[in-house]
């Protein structure tokens, strides 16, 4: 499986904008880039996924780089209930739907 | 979506005993995955649950210590086999259905929290 890096952990204010990153540079033509956050003392959910244009739902927008080599999931508005681990993770839609969680980043918002 | 429940949500043992994870989906759905997660640490995949027949382990887990039932769309249970500390981890079910098959939008329980002593 192709390997993600992102940032150990971030920090961010409430109400603004949050910009978390990920580089994924050994990424394949048929890779998905899949975010999904996991809030303390809960399992993760899923937040957003795409394959080469930008994605935007009611929780956050996907921005991928043109090579795609790197995306970044935007949190339009941070509020105190975004904190979380964010994960970014690499897969093929087609076959086995598993999922390969690396280290995440650990959100924090201030209020 | 999807609603997982687990039970128990978490449990303390006694090593060399054994502790069997049940997880229910309130919906019929296509796969079923069980993870754990050590302390302070991401997610690790540790089985397939396939209806019917065995699950699919990944490396480093085997059946006779995580064996996995799942007898129909909607149920599976993991067990946690001869106990150690080790073992201490959350373990944490989850499902994909039909209307995400083939997104990889996986849906998951809560966790069960175990502790070994």
């Known amino acids: 499986d192709a390997k993600t890096t992102q940032p150990n952990s971030m920090e961010s204010n409430e109400e603004e904008p949050v910009h978390l990153p990920c580089n994924h540079s050994t990424i394949s033509g048929t890779d998905y880039i899949h975010w999904y956050r996991q809030l303390p003392s809960q399992g993760p959910e899923y937040v957003i996924h795409?394959?080469?244009s930008n994605v935007n739902n009611r929780m956050a927008s996907l921005a991928i780089a043109e090579d795609r080599k790197s995306s970044t999931l935007i949190l339009h508005r941070a509020t105190l209930r975004d904190a979380a681990v964010y994960y970014c993770i690499l897969s093929r839609l087609q076959g086995a739907q598993k999922l390969v969680f690396g280290q995440g980043t650990r959100l924090t918002i201030n209020p | 979506s999807a609603v997982i429940s687990q039970k128990p949500s978490r449990d303390i043992c006694q090593r060399g005993t054994s502790l069997t994870i049940q997880c229910q989906v309130d919906?019929?759905?296509?796969?079923m995955f069980w993870y754990r997660q050590q302390p302070g640490q991401s997610l690790t995949l540790i089985a397939t649950?396939?209806?019917?027949?065995?699950?699919?382990?990944e490396s480093g887990f085997v059946i006779d210590k995580f064996p996995i039932s799942r007898p129909n769309l909607t149920f599976s249970t993991l067990t946690v086999s001869n106990m150690s500390p080790e073992d201490s981890s959350i373990y944490l079910c989850s499902a994909v259905n039909h209307g995400s098959l083939g997104k990889n939008i996986q849906y998951f329980g809560a966790g069960t929290r175990l502790s070994v002593l």
């Open positions: 919906s019929q759905v296509t796969m």
């Open positions: 795409g394959l080469t």
């Open positions: 649950a396939n209806q019917g027949s065995e699950a699919t382990y």
